[in-house]
């Protein structure tokens, strides 16, 4: 191939890597066998962006070619990506940054491998909920082994690159213009394989234990709340950082309050006589109580509501508030003398009752009256 790289590629010799990235994934996009079925002048170009590409994505590749030119790549032993599975072992790369199908252990299978994230469901109350809490819980997990430090190999002994897929971890067959690309069978996707595995994790790079963790509810926390405790999770292989826990919060039901976001809500059992007088009671809340005054004549399911005695905000930005919600009770066991005042002050009260419901009935057969003469005439 004589073509200038940087032409093939159309970016200039000053171009940055970015640059010469974003450029060889439209040309891949344009002439991309899948794309292209039968087409053997993109087949073609298609390789050449291919072949540009990997020398010049590469900085010691691209410092010969800038100063000797092709001649200096044959030099090194550099011929160009002669297979199928070369051109296509950088691809992951680019489509993988373009579509988000990459993965780092598909790229680096002999590299570091993160831990896994782990879960764990926490039940709290209420009143914890509301005002924080903290709780020490027992978790066991898998953590990185202490006597091979996470390679899964015996002491003294080192893994041999898998022959099968030569470290990559994945083996590409080609059926026409399609590259297929699936896990080792033989390492498992590893990219290497464990010839004398450590006699205390079997070769996993892994052991179990049990470990204490300390976890500080913050005030304000929701049923369905996540928490997450960087480097609590599972331990990492071949020198990979921990995963992750991820404890979620499950708040248990209250008695008597509710909750719906930063708002408290309480129904408040009050007397007929009470409701009717009007009077102050002392409301309970979730720090303890507060004053209500009862105007004359409340009716049931009146709501008042007081501020800032809701929940705190978990992003500290102020308080929510309590509806206090009026439940007039209707007395059902009453004494001969209760009864009596009953009956009396009913005595008192019911001319407005009697005439609401008189004019009510004259009103509706006058209506009827009406309609009959109507029919009449």
């Known amino acids: 191939m004589s073509k200038c790289y940087y032409e093939v590629l159309g970016v200039t010799r000053d171009s940055s890597g970015d640059v010469i990235k974003k450029s060889y994934r439209k040309l891949a996009m344009k002439y991309h066998p899948d794309r292209n079925p039968d087409d053997a002048e993109a087949e073609a170009c298609f390789k050449e962006a291919a072949e540009a590409y990997e020398v010049l994505s590469d900085p010691k590749k691209r410092q010969i070619y800038d100063t000797y030119g092709h001649e200096g790549l044959k030099n090194t032993g550099y011929s160009g990506p002669g297979t199928s599975e070369d051109i296509f072992s950088h691809m992951g790369d680019i489509f993988g940054d373009l579509f988000g199908f990459g993965s780092r252990q598909q790229r680096d299978p002999n590299g570091p491998v993160q831990g896994d994230d782990l879960r764990y469901d926490l ?19 898998r953590e990185t082994c202490w006597t091979c430090e996470g390679s899964g190999s015996r002491p003294g002994h080192k893994a041999q690159t898998c022959p099968s897929c030569r470290g990559r971890g994945q083996v590409i067959r080609s059926q026409g213009f399609f590259q297929v690309s699936s896990t080792c069978p033989q390492c498992h996707g590893q990219g290497q394989i464990i010839v004398e595995p450590c006699a205390d994790c079997n070769g996993s790079g892994l052991v179990n234990r049990s470990k204490k963790v300390n976890l500080k509810i913050p005030a304000g926390v929701d049923n369905g709340s996540r928490m997450r405790l960087s480097g609590e999770g599972e331990g990492g292989r071949r020198g990979g950082r921990s995963g992750d826990l991820y404890v979620i919060i499950h708040v248990q039901p209250h008695e008597f309050f509710q909750r719906d976001g930063q708002t408290i809500y309480l129904q408040y059992p009050l007397s007929m006589v009470r409701a009717a007088l009007g009077c102050e009671i002392d409301v309970p809340t979730v720090d303890g109580s507060a004053p209500l005054k009862i105007p004359a004549g409340t009716q049931s399911a009146h709501r008042f509501t007081l501020r800032g005695e809701g929940v705190v905000s978990l992003r500290g930005r102020g308080r929510g508030d309590m509806i206090v919600e009026v439940q007039v009770q209707t007395p059902t066991k009453l004494s001969k003398r209760q009864k009596e ?5 009913d005595d ?21 009256k009406k309609k009959e003469e109507v029919r009449e005439d």
Do not use: N, W, Y
């Not at 005042?341 to 002050?345: A, G, I, Q, S, T």
């Open 341 to 345: 005042l009953l009956c009396e002050f």
């Open 348 to 368: 008192l009260c019911c001319e407005p009752e009697e005439g609401f419901f008189a004019r009510l009935f004259h009103g509706h057969l006058g209506k009827q």
């Open 123 to 141: 039940e709290i109350s209420f009143m914890d909920a509301v005002h924080g809490v903290e709780k020490e819980v027992e978790i066991t997990k």
